[in-house]
């Protein structure tokens, strides 16, 4: 059994940072990724990665138990909303402090949510496209004032930006990346872990939190690992380095680690969605007709067998399949590989053989895993199919291409979604409301939209709840401001010793259930 010494020290120089334990050895898991981290900050975080790190460190007024899908009382123990349904007030738990003794109130709920609304970071529209505002009832009562009735309110308030965060530790005006930026150096919120060393891109560690209110963590400590790429990855667990990885195998890699007798395989039923993104507000692609082209090109089902074996399923809507609401709005609208039609759109706007539609595909090479750079090649192949579009593959790191996306400079380009909640709204406003697709560089904005979504957000009754998305979903495949290629299956592989992983099709991954079978 694997057993770590705790070293007391700190490394400010390079980034490294350790704080006192009691000096006792920890009971300890090694977990290996090839995600990386962003902003270690819930005002401006938007990874599926970080996000996960703050699910174990913080938590919402409302949270998810681990592997389910039902809400239960987080830092709030009850709530109750006025009958108009535009107020939810929060009964908050008493006695809760941050490490530094700040107490946990309604002003800090308050204070939280005004930073974020304040700071406009990449998901503040989570919050500012409904919150009109937050008021202080008294000490441990708050109220939320909607803009609108939102039938999916509670699970909104279940999302890292409405993770309260200490107001004494965090700056009111500026976005923290690392937690050296941080008063104390520290990150440390209310959930069941602290994070007591981090060194970016190499290791994270977290140990648990020992003022939690909650259930403790089985595991005392948790090693988070990143490597460079997939290769180095399954080695590491085939020798027993690392005791879990998640998050990206290439798909030969799954393939042969499903058929170990050694490692278990889990896996998760896959709400994520990967998609084409277009720049809407700039030529060419502010040109619907031109969007329409790029999606009619694009062939799924032989993208997906050679890049992922198979292992992914083809998608028409940016509304997964196994969600209210889904059609196969593209495939109907615009097919599948239909060169034909694409080259009869581009030929409508001037282009030809000898005039050929020339752009920028963007991708990022280790974000979403080895695979991308394949995703790219078969996608300029199928483009290039109709001899009537000429695609110059490009690439950038992560953090430059979040900065690119910010910053107009990527004309079409590749990204992933994991739901922030899981709603029909999370898959369509996210991407096609102002707020949201100002967030993610695509700049698409129509107050026909706006006020389809509002509908949609306010609307109680399903049955016209499932009409008003299937109308969105026909609307799409005819604006196109984002084009669906593939919904995927998530695979975590563990030692065959490792118990209690747990996911749930709300992607949450909570790592106090995990331990090392003795």
Partial sequence: MKRVKVIVLLLAAFGLFFFPTDGAAKETLVYGTTEKVIDM?????????????????????????????????????????????????????????????????????????????????????????FVEGVEVVDDYVVKFVLKNPVAYFPSLVASVPYYPVNPNVYPRDKIIRDPSELKGGRLVGLGPYNVVSFKRDQEIVLEANPNYYGEKPKTERIVIRYFADATTMRLALEKGEVDFVFKTLNPSDINDLQKSDKIRTIKA????????????????????????????????????????????APLYSMVPM??????????????????????????????????????????????????????????????????????????????????????????????GWYPDYIDPDNYTAAFAGTAGSRGLGIHFSSPVWDRKFVEGQSVTDMKKRTAIYQEIQKMWADEVPTCPLFQGTLYLFAQKGVKGILLSPTLQFNYGPIYRAK
């Fill in 322 to 415: 196994g969600m209210w609401s889904h059609i196969d709005a593209f495939k109907e609208a615009l097919g599948d590989g239909n060169v034909r039609k694409a080259r009869q759109l581009l030929a409508s706007r001037g282009y030809s053989e000898s005039n050929k539609l020339t752009f920028d595909l963007w991708y990022t090479p280790s974000h979403y895993g080895d695979t991308e750079v394949d995703i790219a090649a078969v996608l300029k192949d199928q483009l290039e199919a109709t001899r009537m579009m000429e695609v110059n593959v490009k690439s950038a790191e992560w953090a430059a291409y979040r900065d690119n996306w910010a910053n107009k400079v990527m004309p079409i380009w590749l990204l």
């Fill in 41 to 129: 900050d819930p005002a401006n975080a938007y990874d599926f990665h970080t996000w996960e790190i703050f699910y174990n460190i913080y938590q919402g007024l409302l949270r998810y138990p681990p592997g389910k899908t039902n809400l239960v009382p987080g830092l709030a123990e009850s709530y109750y909303i006025s009958p108009d349904g535009k107020e939810y007030v929060f009964i908050l738990r008493k006695g809760l402090k941050f490490t530094d003794g700040t107490p946990f109130n309604a002003s800090a709920v308050k204070w939280s949510i005004d930073r974020v609304i304040a700071l406009k970071g990449d998901p503040s529209w989570l919050v500012s496209d």
């Fill in 269 to 312: 039923q896959g709400p994520y969605i990967r998609y084409i993104c277009f720049l809407t507000d700039t030529p060419p692609f502010n040109d619907k007709i031109l969007r329409q082209a790029v999606a009619a090109a694009v062939n799924r089902p032989p993208l997906l067998k050679k890049v992922f074996l198979g292992q992914n």
